[in-house]
C-alpha cells in the first residue's frame, strides 16, 4: 500500500517510475500477463476513484488539513503540463512538514481544483484513507496508463471517501 512516508521519503516517485518504464516497454495489453497483474494489485491497493469536482469539494471540506502542492508526478516530468494536486488531514500535514505543499482552505482548494478543468480529477488512498486529489495528466498517469494496457484500475462511480 502507498503511505505518507512513501509520499515524503520519494518511495512514490520510484515505484511511478517503474510503472511508466513498464508502460514504455510494452504496447498492448498487459491485463493477462503476470506482471499486469501485479502492476494492478498494486495500484488497486490505492483504490482509485475518479470523481467530479462536487465530490472533491466535498472531501475538501470534511478535512481537517487541507494542503495544495504540484502532482506528484511532476517531479519525473518537469516539462509537463502543471496541475495541481489536493492533499488531505495526515497526508496534508506530512506534505506541509516537508515544504512540499501549501496550507490552505477549503474554499482555496477548490478554487485551485477548478482551475485544470481539463484534466480528471482522481482521489487515491494513502496510508488507508482517501487523501489526494489529483488534477491528473493522462499521458503521464499511472491509472490512465494502466487503463490504457488493460488494467481496469478507476472507479468511476460510488462512495469515496
Ligand atoms: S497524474 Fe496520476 S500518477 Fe501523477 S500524481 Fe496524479 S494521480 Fe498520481
Redesign the pocket.
Known amino acids: 500500500m502507498g503511505t505518507i512516508y512513501d509520499y515524503i521519503g520519494g518511495k512514490i516517485l520510484e515505484d511511478?517510475s517503474k510503472a511508466l518504464h513498464v508502460f514504455r516497454k510494452n504496447e498492448g495489453s498487459l491485463a493477462d500477463a503476470d506482471i499486469g497483474k501485479r502492476m494492478l494489485s498494486n495500484i488497486a491497493e490505492f483504490e482509485?476513484a475518479v470523481i467530479n469536482i462536487y465530490e472533491a469539494a466535498n472531501a475538501v471540506r470534511n478535512a481537517r488539513t487541507v494542503a495544495i502542492g504540484e502532482?506528484?508526478?511532476r517531479t519525473l516530468h518537469p516539462g509537463s503540463i502543471f496541475t495541481e494536486?489536493v492533499f488531505l488531514d495526515e497526508l496534508a500535514d506530512a506534505m506541509l512538514q516537508k515544504g512540499f505543499a501549501e496550507k490552505c482552505s477549503a474554499e482555496e482548494a477548490e478554487s485551485v481544483l477548478r482551475k485544470y478543468p481539463n484534466h480528471p480529477l482522481?482521489i487515491?488512498k494513502v496510508s488507508g484513507k482517501h487523501q489526494e486529489i489529483?488534477r491528473?495528466?493522462p499521458p503521464?498517469?499511472?491509472?490512465?496508463l494502466a487503463e490504457k494496457h488493460g488494467l481496469k484500475c478507476l472507479k468511476r462511480k460510488g462512495k469515496c471517501r
Not at 140 to 144: D, G, Q, T
Open positions: 511511478i482509485p502532482r506528484v508526478c494536486s482522481i487515491s489529483c491528473s495528466h503521464e498517469c499511472v491509472y490512465w
